[in-house]
Every structure is written in structure tokens, then in C-alpha cells.
């Protein structure tokens, strides 16, 4: 028995890559079994060679040299394919928004509102004009001429409430803005006033309030992109949409 016990403790000793399962638990049983006489144990002795069923050996695979360093670059090898399509994607959606940009600013309109006192043939008159300077077509989609917070929806309104017009005609130049569609380089000349056909106080009294009168514009580019043009700001204020106006509360002329 003891001959057994030290045989097993050899073999676990040399061994460079075996290991025992469960350890010097068994040695410690067969030691017992082996030097415990028969009448302490209350059980005739038994045989002290090795419990083959319990104890088995199990051999460790050895990776190669090298195994840990050729995984990390495969590591590396994804880490980096995975960047550059990254930095691809990157690219690709920096370049879609340069040539919207560049799309949107090849259709860009800007009205601009005017107002003046004299024609171009040199006869006093008074006008009010937006003009698209930009470099596409203006859609426009609501248009409403102000005086006092309040919409005038045409030239005698307008008149009156300014200047006093009462019963006495007014003689006016006057042009509708619904749906219309200014290209680059037009203009509307939406009211003309002239002094020689009408009365004197009243044409005098609008040419000063004629710079009271607020005009608001609402218009679209080809690209559903909209602006407010407000006569008292400097530049068109980016719209998502244009306001739905009354009929009554818009411009016709």
C-alpha cells in the first residue's frame, strides 16, 4: 500500500503538464485504509492500489508560442477596418450635406422691400416694391401690408386709415400678391400713388406715413425652404412653414 501511495506521488511529481483531479484526497484515504489495523476501521481490509475510477489525470493543452500575439492582431487588424469605415461614413455624410448646402444656395431667394416718391420718368409718385434679389425663384405664400398693427387689404383701406381719405376717390396704382412667383431679378410694385391725380393734403400726408407702414412677406424656394420678410428687419427671419392669412387680412390690391 505504501508502495502505491508513493508511486502516485512520483508520477504527480515528474509530470510536467498532468495534475491530479481531486488532489491528495485519495493518497490520504488509501494512507488510512492502509495503516488503520482492520478492528479500528470495522471493515476487513482491502486493496491499497490506487482508486483508478476516482483519480484520473487530465492533460492541459500547451498553446504555441506566439498564439497570444497573433490574436492581438487580429485585434488590431478589426479595430482598424472598423475605424476607416467610421471615417468613411464620416466622409460620405459630410459630402451629402456639402451638396445640399451648395443645392439650397444655387436656388437661394431674398425679397427685399422699397419704397419711394419718385417715377422713373421724374412725375411725383409714391410706390412700395419687393424685389427678389437673390438667385432663385420666390414663391410667395402670404403677403399682408400693416399700418397701426392693423392688415389693410387693399389701397383705400390703407388711405383712410393713414391719411384721412374719407369720401374724396382715390386714383391707384395697385397689383395682387396671391401665389405669385418673383424670379431672380424681379419686382413688384405692389402700390403707386401719384400727386397729380390725387388730392394734394392727402398724397403729402402718405408720403410721411408711407414709412409707418409695415409689409410682411411669406415665401418659399423650389426646395420648400421659407423666410419672413419683415420691412422692419434687416434680413428675412427662416420659416418651417408660412402662416395661413385670412383673405380679409391679405394684400389684394
Known amino acids: 500500500c505504501h508502495a502505491a501511495v508513493a508511486h502516485e506521488m512520483r508520477s504527480y511529481r515528474g509530470g510536467d503538464a498532468l495534475m491530479v483531479a481531486r488532489g491528495f484526497k485519495p493518497w490520504a484515504r488509501w494512507w488510512h485504509r492502509c495503516n488503520d489495523p482492520p478492528s479500528r476501521r470495522g471493515?476487513?481490509?482491502r486493496s491499497c492500489a490506487p482508486d483508478r475510477a476516482r483519480s484520473m489525470d487530465v492533460q492541459i493543452p500547451i498553446e504555441p508560442r506566439g498564439a497570444n500575439r497573433g490574436r492581438l492582431s487580429n485585434y488590431l487588424a478589426s479595430a482598424f477596418a472598423i475605424g476607416v469605415s467610421m471615417i468613411s461614413l464620416g466622409v460620405?455624410?459630410?459630402?451629402?450635406?456639402?451638396q445640399e448646402r451648395l443645392l439650397a444656395a444655387s436656388v437661394w431667394p431674398a425679397l427685399e422691400y422699397g419704397t419711394g416718391n419718385r417715377s422713373e420718368d421724374g412725375r411725383d409718385e409714391i410706390s412700395m416694391t419687393v424685389a427678389n434679389s437673390g438667385v432663385g425663384p420666390?414663391?410667395?405664400?402670404?403677403?399682408?401690408?400693416l399700418h397701426d398693427g392693423k392688415p389693410m387689404p387693399n389701397a383705400a383701406r390703407l388711405l383712410n386709415q393713414c391719411c384721412?381719405?374719407?369720401?374724396e376717390p382715390a386714383f391707384t396704382v395697385t397689383s395682387g400678391t396671391r401665389a405669385r412667383v418673383l424670379k431672380a431679378g424681379d419686382e413688384l410694385r405692389f402700390l403707386r400713388v401719384p400727386r397729380e391725380?390725387?388730392?394734394t393734403a392727402v398724397w403729402e400726408r402718405f408720403n410721411t406715413e408711407r414709412f409707418e407702414t409695415r409689409v410682411l412677406a411669406c415665401y418659399c424656394s423650389v426646395l420648400d425652404a421659407c423666410w419672413m420678410m419683415?420691412?422692419?428687419q434687416?434680413?428675412?427671419l427662416p420659416m418651417a412653414s408660412c402662416p395661413d392669412v385670412p383673405d380679409e387680412?391679405?394684400?389684394s390690391g
Open 92 to 98: 460620405a455624410f459630410s459630402s451629402n450635406r456639402t
Open 249 to 251: 387680412q391679405e394684400w
Open 43 to 45: 471493515v476487513a481490509p
Open 197 to 199: 391725380t390725387n388730392a
Open 234 to 236: 434687416a434680413e428675412p
Open 230 to 232: 419683415d420691412s422692419e
Open 138 to 145: 420666390a414663391r410667395l405664400r402670404s403677403f399682408q401690408v
Open 164 to 167: 384721412g381719405l374719407g369720401d
